[in-house]
């Protein structure tokens, strides 16, 4: 492939909220787990796991679930800051409703070696626990 075939791939890629009723057979779910398994990852860790949801009863608790704790926050006081924000956020909240599947990602406990060193000493000093400050807002599991 030209790399001009791939920056077309690449920039045509968008997030969809609308599916179709068909369902997405087990090969081309399993194909799809496959290929974001070769994903780059910390330390090549591959802390990763992948559920498979295609029951709709399942699917619609998940969406119900999610949707009532998005409800829930926008009702607070301190969510009225931000109210346009939220009330976006709130209406996709469930987007996966209608899905006819779901991936749920999830990700395994997992500390860099520099993490491991950063969390003995941060208690004793501000420098690693100013390193240990950046690195909790983009933790290496992720
Ligand atoms: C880590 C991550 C989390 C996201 N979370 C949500 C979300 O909670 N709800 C949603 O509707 N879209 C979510 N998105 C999709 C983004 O809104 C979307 O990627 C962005 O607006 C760009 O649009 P595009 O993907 O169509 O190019 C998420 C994307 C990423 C990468």
Same mark, same amino acid.
């Given at each position: ?8 791939? $690449?920039? #045509?890629?968008? &997030?969809?909220?609308?599916? /179709? /009723?068909d369902?997405v &057979?087990?090969a081309?779910?399993? +194909?799809?787990i496959?290929?974001?398994?070769w994903?780059?990852?910390g330390?090549? *860790?591959?802390?990763? *796991?992948?559920? !498979?949801?295609?029951? +709709?009863e399942? $699917? ?5 679930? !999610?949707?009532s @704790?998005?409800?829930?926050? @926008?009702?607070w006081?301190?969510?009225?800051s ?11 909240? &469930?987007?996966?409703?209608d @899905? ?7 990700? &395994?406990?997992?500390? #860099?070696?520099?993490? +491991?060193?950063?969390?003995v000493?941060?208690? @004793?000093?501000?420098?690693? #626990? ?13």
């Amino acid at each position: 492939m030209d790399i001009w075939t791939l920056e077309k791939w $690449i920039k #045509s890629r968008r &997030s969809i909220r609308k599916w /179709k /009723k068909d369902e997405v &057979s087990d090969a081309l779910l399993k +194909k799809a787990i496959e290929l974001a398994t070769w994903a780059p990852n910390g330390g090549n *860790y591959q802390g990763w *796991y992948f559920v !498979v949801v295609k029951n +709709k009863e399942v $699917i619609r608790k998940m969406a119900d679930t !999610v949707q009532s @704790a998005a409800d829930r926050i @926008a009702s607070w006081p301190e969510a009225r800051s931000w109210e346009e924000d939220v009330k976006r956020y709130q209406k996709n909240a &469930s987007f996966y409703r209608d @899905a006819p599947a779901c991936i749920g990602v999830f990700i &395994s406990e997992y500390r #860099s070696v520099m993490d +491991k060193v950063l969390l003995v000493r941060e208690a @004793a000093d501000p420098m690693a #626990s100013r390193i240990m400050r950046f690195r909790r807002t983009a933790p290496t599991a992720i």
